[in-house]
């Protein structure tokens, strides 16, 4: 290769590393994420693994049921990697989607040594599919904590554009770290979901700056609920994975202990708080009112002068 291709080459590398993962694809995610040509996909689109319940609602189906499945390696090590594909049906979980990421957390609980990345891109249960998707997401819950005991690391990363919503919410609250960008939004009850059943004077979904002021990265963040903030690059959640791959604690019943620990405080706390700006006057954070409007380095300096304390209390 001459110098001249090898620039070229460098160019559309890095062209690559500075993709907004908000605006990526699953499998562009999966793909620049891992290393190149590592990725070993299971279950893949050729296989026609849809779900069996769409076609009944005369609703699009999808040959790899909105979920990409496999193993690669991040940095030179093995890993296996799940990716929701936000841009179908809002990555929602149904039964073929949930059976796949249940079988690929059974199996790095058996095999212990490789961990597992899971790129959050869902609004929750797929409605269609109701009691099988509830059902699917119990036992991807309960893979990631079989998995978690046997000692393999579950590290989620946030930041699509369909957000961590419902099912999703939960899931990721038992990994062992979460890695979110400010576009990521993190909750069990999505916005148009609270406003139906409590009012739009509880929650009004279309006030964006409240969605994302209440739900985004950066509250998730100086909750504690996100162990670290990156930008929206895949640069720069490859760089988190694999520090968090690095630095995640072991899972033990006292992490279970002192996260119901830390999670009653946080009720105490906060729970009188109206917004999350009450939130952050309670934590004693400068200037409340101008987080939202932080950039991301500015927004990191701002959690390091806090001196938040990394913990697993989703």
Not at 280 to 285: K, P
Request: aromatic share 6%.
């Amino acid at each position: 290769m001459n110098s001249g291709s090898k620039m070229q080459a460098s160019m559309l590398q890095h062209r690559d590393q500075m993709t907004s993962w908000y605006e990526a694809s699953a499998r562009t995610r999966v793909r620049l994420l891992l290393d190149p040509e590592t990725l070993h996909e299971f279950v893949g689109p050729q296989m026609r693994e849809i779900s069996p319940h769409l076609r009944v609602f005369d609703l699009p189906e999808q040959f790899d049921d909105g979920i990409i499945v496999g193993r690669g390696e991040l940095g030179g090590s093995p890993v296996f990697v799940a990716a929701q594909e936000g841009r179908f049906m809002g990555g929602a979980i149904g039964e073929v989607h949930g059976a796949k990421l249940t079988g690929l957390l059974r199996a790095a609980r058996d095999i212990k040594s490789v961990p597992v990345l899971i790129l959050f891109d869902t609004g929750g249960v797929r409605l269609q599919e109701a009691n099988a998707g509830e059902v699917a997401v119990a036992e991807i819950m309960r893979a990631i904590i079989e998995a978690r005991t046997a000692g393999t690391k579950i590290i989620g990363l946030i930041g699509g554009r369909a957000g961590c919503y419902g099912g999703g919410g939960l899931i990721a609250g038992c990994c062992s770290a979460l890695a979110v960008s400010e576009q990521g939004r993190i909750a069990v009850s999505g916005p148009e979901v609270i406003e139906t059943n409590r009012g739009v004077e509880e929650f009004d979904s279309r006030d964006r700056a409240l969605v994302w002021r209440t739900m985004g990265g950066k509250h998730r963040r100086l909750l504690g609920g996100a162990d670290v903030f990156t930008e929206d690059t895949v640069e720069d959640f490859r760089n988190t994975a694999m520090q968090l791959l690095r630095s995640v604690a072991d899972f033990s019943l006292a992490t279970l202990i002192n996260e119901q620990a830390r999670l009653e405080q946080r009720l105490e706390r906060f729970g009188s708080c109206l917004d999350a700006v009450d939130v952050w006057s309670a934590e004693a954070v400068p200037q409340p009112d101008t987080v939202p409007g932080l950039a991301p380095d500015e927004f990191k300096k701002l959690v390091d002068k806090a001196g938040r304390i990394n913990h697993d209390a989703r």
